[in-house]
Structure formats: structure tokens, C-alpha cells
């Protein structure tokens, strides 16, 4: 039979020794015990809320508030889509050139005025004022960024500053 006092141990101090480990695991499962206790209070709070209510139904509210809020999301950009579609439509490059039609002292009252769509659309509006005559408008359809009929310097360089201009 095996003896602690063979290998030169005393076996008081191996009884003291583990009597001390067993008194130190005592009190940390006690501590463990006590946490433990805490933390299933904290959960069965947390899963039956505050106000009585499952966590359950609070997910389920949670995920109505989600697809109400996709549902408007997908409202608004339907709505954003149709406001870029006629926004494409709307004159939104603009080409302007003041100059003396006439050559007259009244200075440079005469004006070209290019209103363009973003697919470069849109109309030469040229006003030509003269101090003795009155004053004459014509407009002239742009299509593409073409016109069919003749432009004058004052029209060609108003539709190129239409075309170039950048929003």
C-alpha cells in the first residue's frame, strides 16, 4: 500500500492542502451559483419585458416597423424614378448671347436665348431690337442638338453654350 511518506510528504499537510483547495472551490461555486441566479432573472425579465409583453410580439412589431418602412422606401423611389424621368424633359441647359442687331447707338438690347433638355432638345429664342424698326422674335426647334434651318454667329454660339453647360 502506497504511503505519502514514502516520497517524503507528510500527510497532515496533504490532508491541510486539499481541505484549503476544497474550501477555495466552495466558495467560487457559491459565486457561480449567485451569478448564475442574477443572470436567469435578468433573462426571464428580458424575455417577458417590461410591460408584460413576449419578446415575441416585440420582434414581431419590430419586423412590421421594417416592412412599413421598405414599403415607403420603395414609395419614395418610385416617386424619385418619375421625377428623374421628367426631369430628362425639362430645359435644363441654358445658352444666352447679348449683341447689337442693328448696329444701331442702342446698345446691345438684342438677345439669342438657347433653352436645351439633357438629350439636347429643346429651342433658339433670337430677339432682335432695333430703336427704329421695333423689335422682331423668332424661335428656332433644336432636335438632338441639330437645327434644320440657318443660325446665325449670335444663335450658333448661344446653342453651343447650351449644350456645353453643366448642371
Do not use: P, W
Amino acid at each position: 500500500m502506497f504511503h505519502f511518506s514514502d516520497i517524503g510528504l507528510e500527510t497532515d499537510l496533504i490532508i491541510l492542502v486539499a481541505l484549503g483547495l476544497i474550501i477555495v472551490l466552495f466558495i467560487l461555486m457559491i459565486v457561480l451559483l449567485a451569478k448564475n441566479s442574477n443572470l436567469k432573472k435578468r433573462y426571464e425579465n428580458f424575455m417577458s419585458g417590461d410591460d408584460g409583453k413576449s419578446l415575441e410580439k416585440a420582434f414581431q412589431k419590430k419586423f412590421q416597423n421594417v416592412e412599413f418602412i421598405n414599403d415607403k422606401l420603395n414609395e419614395m423611389d418610385a416617386h424619385l424614378n418619375k421625377i428623374d424621368a421628367n426631369l430628362l424633359k425639362t430645359y435644363q441647359k441654358v445658352g444666352i448671347v447679348k449683341y447689337d442687331a442693328f448696329k444701331q447707338i442702342g446698345g446691345s438690347l438684342s438677345f439669342v436665348l438657347a433653352l436645351l433638355t439633357m438629350d439636347h432638345d429643346g429651342f433658339i429664342l433670337n430677339c432682335m431690337h432695333s430703336n427704329t424698326e421695333g423689335c422682331y422674335t423668332y424661335i428656332k426647334e433644336v432636335k438632338k442638338g441639330e437645327v434644320f434651318v440657318t443660325l446665325s454667329d449670335e444663335e450658333l454660339q448661344a446653342l453651343e453654350e447650351a449644350k456645353n453647360s453643366h448642371l
